[in-house]
Structure formats: structure tokens, C-alpha cells
């Protein structure tokens, strides 16, 4: 939430979404499009390193 707040803060910056976890963001990404992802590489379900199944 606090990476969330800095951005929504920055001039050009739109954030679309938030996900608590590696599935829920591919899932918003499928929905939204963005046009960048910024992901943890430790999250729960699914990480930011593992490809999908």
C-alpha cells in the first residue's frame, strides 16, 4: 500500500491496480492492460519469478 500511495503521487502516473498476490495480479493485468508491472518477487499464490502454468 505505501508503493501504491508514493506512485499515486507522481505526476504521469496512474495506478490501475493492486494485487495481495501473484495470481490476483495476472488477473488485473488481463483485465486492465497496463503499460507497466511492478511486482514482488516473493508473493503468495504465484511469485514474480515463476512463469504461469
Known amino acids: 500500500m505505501g508503493l501504491t500511495a ?5 505526476d504521469g502516473v496512474t495506478v490501475v491496480g493492486a494485487a495481495g498476490d501473484g495470481a490476483q495480479a495476472l488477473d ?3 483485465d486492465r492492460k497496463p503499460d ?3 511486482m514482488d518477487l516473493r508473493m ?10
Open 6 to 10: 508514493l506512485l499515486e503521487l507522481t
Open 44 to 53: 503468495p499464490v504465484l511469485d514474480g519469478v515463476t512463469p504461469p502454468a
Open 36 to 38: 507497466v508491472v511492478l
Open 28 to 30: 488485473l493485468v488481463a
